[in-house]
């Protein structure tokens, strides 16, 4: 019967969020609280989003060293072994120096910008699609992102990741505000 009242709040999805209307304005509110500290304290929270990414690497790379000895007669031994072995050295890299993560994330996040605005532009200039504008806007703004965080590397490495994190939460969480505002208002 479990079962069934899960598969009831997929098929009404709109009466789940009904149901959960306080939830979702609390998780909310909280997201938009943390995000306001996340960018108050953006050097913290880029420190913290690369200790806990580090640590997600390291674990991830245990499990998949540990994984590739349980099929090690298999033929994907030695991608689970070297896939598990990257895992773990770079994230014990990251925990080990969490300001070289930064460093090499923010680079990181500035090439996918970069990269990311230049085709979202070229997609938007070949292709005669409906909201053509807004996407040539976004991939300018991506292109534009990019370049600011590359140019304004090692020092934006101190404060972008974090900066990015609380942008996200801040959203996020508005968007369950709204969304659990909006189930309040929906009749029954």
């Given at each position: 019967m479990e079962h069934a009242s899960g598969l009831a709040g997929v098929l009404d999805p709109v009466g789940e969020l009904r149901r959960h209307a306080g939830w979702f304005t609390l998780l909310g509110i909280a997201l938009i609280v943390l995000g306001v500290i996340a960018l108050g304290a953006a050097e913290l929270a880029t420190l913290a989003s690369v200790l806990l990414f580090g640590w997600v690497l390291v674990v991830g790379g245990v499990l998949q060293i540990a994984h590739a000895f349980r099929v090690r007669h298999s033929t994907g031994f030695a991608r689970?072994?070297?896939?598990?072995?990257?895992?773990?050295?770079?994230?014990?890299?990251?925990?080990?120096?969490?300001?070289?993560?930064?460093?090499?994330?923010?680079?990181?996040?500035?090439?996918?910008?970069?990269?990311?605005?230049?085709?979202?532009?070229?997609?938007?200039?070949?292709?005669?699609?409906?909201?053509?504008?807004?996407?040539?806007?976004?991939?300018?703004?991506?292109?534009?992102?990019?370049?600011?965080?590359?140019?304004?590397?090692?020092?934006?490495?101190?404060?972008?990741?974090?900066?990015?994190?609380?942008?996200?939460?801040?959203?996020?969480?508005?968007?369950?505000?709204?969304?659990?505002?909006a189930a309040r208002r929906v009749s029954a």
């Open positions: 689970h072994l070297l896939g598990g072995v990257l895992s773990l050295v770079v994230g014990l890299l990251m925990v080990g120096n969490p300001v070289a993560g930064a460093l090499s994330l923010t680079l990181l996040l500035a090439a996918f910008f970069m990269v990311s605005g230049i085709f979202r532009i070229g997609a938007a200039l070949a292709l005669d699609l409906p909201g053509r504008g807004w996407a040539l806007l976004g991939g300018v703004i991506a292109l534009v992102l990019g370049v600011m965080i590359w140019r304004q590397w090692p020092v934006s490495a101190v404060w972008v990741i974090g900066t990015f994190v609380g942008i996200d939460m801040i959203f996020d969480g508005w968007s369950l505000v709204m969304a659990g505002t």
